[in-house]
């Protein structure tokens, strides 16, 4: 991998991780509740007990498309 490769991949990580931080608490609520909701069936998968939230538990975020 080139250098200039390299610093174009670490420079948008960079850019996103500035947009993530910008957004609203309400969104990134919705966002942990989704990243819950991917890794739930692998963790059940390997015998863990899981327990999602859910958007309902958060009376001020509305469900994103």
Known sequence: ???RDLNQ???GKHRRRHEL???PIEKKLLA???LQELAAP???QRGK???CWSAG???MVEELP
């Open 21 to 23: 931080a910008r957004l």
């Open 42 to 44: 692998i963790l059940r």
């Open 57 to 59: 538990h958060f009376p």
């Open 1 to 3: 991998m080139e250098e």
């Open 49 to 51: 007990t899981v327990r």
């Open 9 to 11: 991949i670490l420079a």
């Open 32 to 34: 942990v509740v989704r």
